[in-house]
């Protein structure tokens, strides 16, 4: 099935790019495109039914940089619960780390901004922000490693609009998107 979703988005995209000529831009409207935005949602919400699919569903996003800008833009809660598992039993002890790790910090900072909403916070701010990245970046090992981190990203509304939106300040090329998903296909190798 997913193999099908992968085929027919590949195409739809093609006939869509195709529908224009040198130095023309895309048009977002049209039969090409709506058939384009159609394989795009399908390949989207298709349901994983294993790590295999996963990998596969993350191989192909990281390959078609439209549809990796279209999930971190429009898509991305549907795709992280596209790409959630069935619980797996334990996890690595080195994210279980990064997560305690980043837990505390954002509490942390919560606990500081409800107790005294006057007081400076940006060195709380920063510690949030930099637990966080260590936490997206950190590579998962084990299924339950995959699992608790799309359960983090779909749970947490700062790592969320940070996949969804964030790029890193070195490489502005770079969206944290990309290398969370990295992270997770790191325990597919």
């Known amino acids: 099935m997913l193999n099908s979703l992968i085929e027919k988005h590949a195409a739809a995209l093609k006939t869509w790019v195709n529908t224009v000529g040198p130095g023309e831009d895309l048009e977002a409207e049209g039969e090409a495109y709506d058939a384009f935005v159609g394989a795009e949602y399908a390949f989207v919400v298709h349901q994983c039914a294993d790590p295999a699919e996963v990998q596969q569903k993350l191989s192909y996003v990281a390959q078609?940089?439209?549809?990796?800008?279209?999930?971190?833009?429009?898509?991305?809660?549907?795709?992280?619960?596209?790409?959630?598992?069935?619980?797996a039993p334990g996890g690595s002890s080195k994210l279980a780390q990064a997560v305690e790790s980043w837990r505390r910090a954002e509490d942390q900072y919560r606990n500081a901004?409800?107790?005294?909403?006057?007081?400076?916070?940006?060195?709380?701010?920063?510690?949030?922000?930099?637990?966080?990245?260590?936490?997206?970046?950190?590579?998962?090992?084990?299924?339950?490693?995959i699992r608790q981190k799309i359960e983090i990203?779909?749970?947490?509304?700062?790592?969320?609009?940070?996949?969804?939106?964030?790029?890193?300040?070195?490489?502005?090329?770079?969206?944290?998107?990309?290398v969370f998903l990295r992270s997770i296909l790191e325990a597919a190798r």
């Open 64 to 87: 078609c940089p439209t549809l990796a800008d279209a999930i971190q833009i429009d898509l991305h809660s549907e795709f992280m619960t596209s790409i959630r598992l069935a619980p």
């Open 113 to 145: 901004v409800t107790l005294d909403p006057a007081n400076d916070r940006d060195a709380l701010w920063h510690a949030k922000n930099d637990a966080e990245s260590v936490l997206i970046e950190k590579p998962c090992r084990t299924l339950a490693d």
């Open 153 to 178: 990203a779909l749970d947490s509304d700062s790592v969320f609009e940070g996949l969804a939106s964030a790029t890193y300040s070195a490489d502005t090329e770079e969206r944290v998107l990309r």
